[in-house]
Protein backbone atom coordinates (compact mmCIF):
# COMPACT_ATOMS: atom_id res chain seq x y z
CA UNK A 1 0.00 0.00 0.00
CA UNK A 2 2.78 2.39 -0.88
CA UNK A 3 1.65 6.12 -1.57
CA UNK A 4 -1.85 5.96 -1.23
CA UNK A 5 -4.25 8.53 -0.28
CA UNK A 6 -7.21 7.64 1.51
CA UNK A 7 -10.26 10.33 1.76
CA UNK A 8 -13.07 9.56 4.40
CA UNK A 9 -15.86 11.78 4.40
CA UNK A 10 -16.24 13.52 7.79
CA UNK A 11 -18.79 14.89 10.46
CA UNK A 12 -18.08 17.31 12.88
CA UNK A 13 -16.01 19.47 10.74
CA UNK A 14 -13.44 17.21 10.89
CA UNK A 15 -12.68 17.04 14.67
CA UNK A 16 -10.40 14.48 15.84
CA UNK A 17 -13.28 13.14 17.43
CA UNK A 18 -15.36 12.96 14.51
CA UNK A 19 -17.06 10.41 12.82
CA UNK A 20 -17.14 9.05 9.28
CA UNK A 21 -20.15 10.62 7.57
CA UNK A 22 -23.26 9.04 6.91
CA UNK A 23 -23.07 10.37 3.07
CA UNK A 24 -20.40 11.53 1.33
CA UNK A 25 -21.25 14.95 -0.61
CA UNK A 26 -23.24 16.21 2.44
CA UNK A 27 -20.03 16.25 5.16
CA UNK A 28 -18.71 19.33 6.04
CA UNK A 29 -15.29 17.96 6.10
CA UNK A 30 -12.81 15.52 4.58
CA UNK A 31 -10.13 13.63 5.80
CA UNK A 32 -7.01 12.26 4.08
CA UNK A 33 -4.52 10.15 5.05
CA UNK A 34 -1.45 9.53 3.28
CA UNK A 35 -0.29 6.24 3.49
CA UNK A 36 3.65 5.36 3.34
CA UNK A 37 5.03 2.05 3.24
CA UNK A 38 2.02 0.59 4.96
CA UNK A 39 1.87 3.41 7.49
CA UNK A 40 -0.32 6.87 7.92
CA UNK A 41 2.39 9.57 7.51
CA UNK A 42 0.16 12.52 7.07
CA UNK A 43 -3.46 12.92 7.77
CA UNK A 44 -4.81 16.73 6.40
CA UNK A 45 -8.75 18.22 6.70
CA UNK A 46 -10.20 19.58 4.25
CA UNK A 47 -13.55 21.57 4.02
CA UNK A 48 -15.80 20.35 1.53
CA UNK A 49 -16.72 23.16 -0.57
CA UNK A 50 -20.42 21.63 -1.70
CA UNK A 51 -21.57 21.54 2.01
CA UNK A 52 -24.83 22.06 1.86
CA UNK A 53 -25.09 22.41 -1.72
CA UNK A 54 -26.64 19.80 -3.98
CA UNK A 55 -23.83 19.94 -6.63
CA UNK A 56 -24.06 16.40 -8.74
CA UNK A 57 -20.58 15.81 -10.12
CA UNK A 58 -18.90 18.06 -8.05
CA UNK A 59 -17.79 16.37 -5.54
CA UNK A 60 -15.93 13.33 -7.24
CA UNK A 61 -14.11 15.83 -9.27
CA UNK A 62 -12.66 17.47 -6.24
CA UNK A 63 -12.24 14.23 -3.74
CA UNK A 64 -10.07 13.12 -7.20
CA UNK A 65 -7.89 16.84 -7.14
CA UNK A 66 -6.96 15.74 -3.59
CA UNK A 67 -5.03 12.95 -5.36
CA UNK A 68 -7.14 10.16 -3.71
CA UNK A 69 -7.01 6.78 -4.37
CA UNK A 70 -9.45 5.62 -2.24
CA UNK A 71 -12.85 6.98 -0.82
CA UNK A 72 -14.60 5.94 2.14
CA UNK A 73 -18.08 6.97 3.27
CA UNK A 74 -21.03 5.67 4.97
CA UNK A 75 -23.43 5.71 1.86
CA UNK A 76 -23.22 6.86 -1.63
CA UNK A 77 -25.65 6.76 -4.86
CA UNK A 78 -25.05 4.78 -7.70
CA UNK A 79 -23.81 7.70 -9.76
CA UNK A 80 -21.09 8.93 -7.87
CA UNK A 81 -19.89 5.26 -7.01
CA UNK A 82 -19.85 4.95 -11.24
CA UNK A 83 -18.23 8.53 -11.23
CA UNK A 84 -15.62 7.79 -9.24
CA UNK A 85 -15.02 4.56 -10.67
CA UNK A 86 -14.19 6.20 -13.83
CA UNK A 87 -11.81 8.32 -12.03
CA UNK A 88 -10.02 5.36 -10.88
CA UNK A 89 -10.86 6.03 -7.27
CA UNK A 90 -12.01 2.56 -5.24
CA UNK A 91 -15.22 3.40 -3.55
CA UNK A 92 -15.75 2.08 0.49
CA UNK A 93 -19.11 2.54 1.69
CA UNK A 94 -20.97 1.37 4.81
CA UNK A 95 -18.38 2.59 7.07
CA UNK A 96 -18.93 3.95 10.39
CA UNK A 97 -17.23 5.31 13.46
CA UNK A 98 -13.84 6.96 14.46
CA UNK A 99 -12.34 7.91 10.71
CA UNK A 100 -8.21 6.63 11.80
CA UNK A 101 -9.70 3.24 13.16
CA UNK A 102 -11.59 2.93 10.03
CA UNK A 103 -8.46 4.07 7.89
CA UNK A 104 -6.34 1.07 9.81
CA UNK A 105 -9.40 -1.46 9.09
CA UNK A 106 -9.14 -0.57 5.17
CA UNK A 107 -5.68 -1.15 5.50
CA UNK A 108 -6.14 -4.37 7.45
CA UNK A 109 -8.48 -5.71 4.63
CA UNK A 110 -11.13 -5.68 6.63
CA UNK A 111 -13.05 -2.86 4.93
CA UNK A 112 -14.58 -3.23 1.72
CA UNK A 113 -17.74 -3.03 -0.53
CA UNK A 114 -20.07 -1.02 -2.03
CA UNK A 115 -23.88 -0.14 -0.55
CA UNK A 116 -25.14 2.02 -2.51
CA UNK A 117 -27.60 5.28 -0.77
CA UNK A 118 -31.02 3.96 -0.81
CA UNK A 119 -32.33 7.63 -0.50
CA UNK A 120 -35.03 6.94 1.58
CA UNK A 121 -33.94 10.64 3.51
CA UNK A 122 -35.52 14.19 2.94
CA UNK A 123 -32.69 15.48 0.39
CA UNK A 124 -31.36 13.34 -2.92
CA UNK A 125 -27.78 12.35 -3.19
CA UNK A 126 -28.02 12.44 -7.12
CA UNK A 127 -28.86 8.61 -7.75
CA UNK A 128 -32.30 9.05 -8.78
Known amino acids: MEGKRIAVALENNGQPDGAVSAHFGRCPAYGVWHIENGVPVKKEMVTNPYFQQHTPGAVPGFIQT ?3 HVMIAGGMGPRAI ?3 GEMGIEVV ?3 VGNPDKVVAAWHRGELKGIA ?3 HDHEDSCGGH
Open 93 to 95: TGA
Open 116 to 118: PCN
Open 82 to 84: SMF
Open 66 to 68: LGA
